[in-house]
């Protein structure tokens, strides 16, 4: 039985279209078809729950002011809404610092706990977050996000590129760049314990499939 290799993209186009025109229930679609896929990109890229979730809405919400900038003819929306996602973890960030510098300027009796501690207690092996929250720490924004989007959420170089709005070659050439840092970041070194799994189960989360 031949199947039809056009009903998909027909689809996409349909679904584009009218997410272009403005149908709340395309918007619903779409919500249910990708919220997921959002959610995970921002946790990945902030390391926090509340903020991930934060972010969906903002992203959604970007969407729909940004609706008219859709192209009818094309593929998933998938990697356009991980671009928006992007983009507005970029703002929440630069919001958050300037938040966290007009605190640091009032006097406080206690610390503000750093999120880390929740999400340590989330994961059983410790030891090994540590070592991967630092190495990802010491990438660029411009590599964690190539990383996160192109390993961990399976977006081609091509859609990846769309979706930052760069070239394919500067995708591949920062996302050589932070494999690279994290592989020596992660490097055991001797006289310190091994991270279990080894290094390449650290840092290579499982993949989401492409929709």
């Known amino acids: 039985m031949e199947t039809n290799q ?15 025109d403005g149908d709340a229930d395309a918007f619903g679609e779409l919500f249910d078809a990708y919220a997921r896929s959002v959610y995970n990109h921002a946790y990945r890229l902030t390391g926090d729950w509340s903020s991930a979730e934060d972010i969906v809405s903002l992203t959604f919400l970007d969407a729909w002011r940004l609706r008219g900038r859709v192209d009818a003819d094309g ?17 929440v960030r630069r919001a958050a610092r300037r938040h966290a510098a007009a605190v640091a300027r009032l006097p406080r009796d206690e610390p503000v706990p750093d999120f880390a501690d929740e999400l340590a207690g989330r994961i059983d092996d410790e030891e090994q977050l540590a070592v991967v929250r630092t190495a990802l720490a010491k990438l660029r924004r411009a590599e964690r996000e190539v990383l996160a989007l192109c390993v961990w959420s399976g977006l081609e170089y091509t859609a990846a590129a769309r979706a930052l709005g760069i070239p394919v070659g500067t995708v591949r050439s920062r996302l050589s760049r932070a494999r690279t840092k994290l592989a020596k970041a992660v490097e055991p070194r001797k006289g310190h314990g091994q991270v279990r799994g080894g290094r390449t189960s650290a840092v290579r989360p499982i993949r989401e499939g492409e929709r």
């Not at 349909?14 to 997410?19: P, Q």
């Not at 593929?75 to 703002?91: D, E, K, Y």
């Open 75 to 91: 593929g998933s929306l998938r990697p356009w809404l991980l671009g928006v996602a992007t983009n507005v973890t970029r703002n």
């Open 6 to 20: 056009g009903e998909p993209q027909a689809r996409h186009r349909a679904l584009r279209v009218r997410i272009r």
